[in-house]
């Protein structure tokens, strides 16, 4: 490398969303020198594209859904066709997202793919979730909405009806992750959620194949499993609810027999790692080696909101399979990340971090 890009590249370094016009003012070179060198450095892949990312960088890559959950809470019993007095609140969404968020505040370094319009959603999308991940690779559509799910729940707390606007991710395309494949050749694992087009799911099959990246596919409801490719042996894990597994395997599970039947259907798929979550049952977990254990849930007396328990499990699982533990501890991570978050008001519980979730681990 040239004296301009070493010093170019140690200031990149230390300020990893730094500006060229930054740059040039900190250093004393002009702007296009500035350009010229990154250029060099770009061509040389010491940098990665946007926000130039280092190359010695390898992070968690979550691709997926990040939206707007709307909920309103009516006052009386719900009437057709006329206007009800409610209770909302707002708050950002979407599995990936969430967990990205989750994978952030335990320390980890994680980047976000998604599709967002250019609105106001978006922006507070971005200020609540750019402190746990990088957004740099979001890409913002003018014409598009950004995602949103709204719940109108009655007196009792359960759904009467919910809206999803989630057009916008069906630009999760092939060609949009074409554009990132140099930073994607560099995460540790990519996480892909089914908010993404059928074709996309394929293409990360192939492309982690080919560069020996663990892919973590999350499934996001029943209707969306027929995104999921026939074969799954680029899958190093699969974390599915029961629900999911009957629509994708034509199959009902009606006890702890089939539950472990659909265990066995799913490695055969070629999966290597599985989980079919059963709500207050707990898990059924299986490995490339065949062995498949359950795991009770874990008793929570106390229940604040159980949006994004299934993120925060996966979450836990992932964090916890990255840290190379026993397969035991990886499961019961993600048990006790749920436990916690169920406890919790909020989607992804605030006080989560590295200190505290080992205190948790300690505790359960």
Avoid at 35 to 55: D, H, R
Avoid at 235 to 242: A, E, R, S
Wanted: net charge negative.
């Amino acid at each position: 490398m040239t004296e301009n890009e070493e010093l170019i590249l140690g200031m990149i370094k230390d300020h990893p969303f730094i500006s060229q016009q930054e740059l040039a003012e900190m250093l004393g070179i002009s702007g296009s020198s500035i350009a010229a060198t990154l250029s060099g450095l770009l061509k040389k892949e010491q940098v990665l594209g946007k926000a130039y990312v280092l190359n010695e960088t390898t992070p968690i890559i979550c691709i997926g859904g990040a939206n707007v959950d709307r909920k309103f809470y009516a006052k009386h019993d719900i009437m057709n066709e006329t206007s009800n007095p409610v209770k909302s609140s707002t708050t950002v969404g979407g599995v990936a997202r969430n967990i990205a968020e989750n994978l952030g505040r335990l320390g980890e370094e994680v980047s976000l793919i998604s599709a967002s319009g250019k609105d106001s959603e978006w922006k507070e999308i971005y200020e609540l979730s750019s402190p746990f991940m990088n957004l740099e690779h979001v890409a913002q559509f003018e014409h598009s909405s950004t995602g949103s799910y709204t719940a109108v729940l009655d007196q009792n707390g359960d759904l009467s009806v919910a809206l999803a606007d989630m057009d916008v991710y069906e630009h999760i395309t092939p060609e949009l992750l074409i554009k990132n494949s140099n930073f994607l050749r560099k995460a540790k694992c990519i996480i892909v959620d089914l908010n993404c087009p059928r074709e996309t799911i394929d293409f990360l099959c192939s492309f982690t194949s080919k560069y020996h990246i663990p892919l973590i596919i999350i499934p996001v409801s029943s209707p969306k499993m027929n995104r999921l490719p026939k074969s799954l042996n680029a899958v190093t894990w699969l974390i599915v609810n029961k629900d999911e597994t009957e629509t994708f395997l034509n199959t009902k599970i009606n006890n702890d027999n089939d539950w472990e039947d659909s265990v066995k259907q799913w490695l055969a798929l070629g999966v290597k790692n599985v989980i079919v979550t059963n709500g207050i049952k707990g898990v059924m977990a299986g490995i490339e080696t065949g062995e498949i254990r359950h795991y009770p849930a874990i008793h929570t007396p106390v229940v604040a909101d159980v949006t994004g328990a299934g993120d925060s499990f996966c979450s836990g699982v992932i964090y916890s399979w990255l840290q190379k533990k026993e397969f035991d501890y990886i499961i019961k991570s993600g048990l006790v990340n749920s436990h916690k978050t169920i406890m919790s008001k909020h989607t992804v519980r605030q006080e989560l971090s590295q200190k505290q979730f080992e205190l948790d681990m300690e505790e359960i």
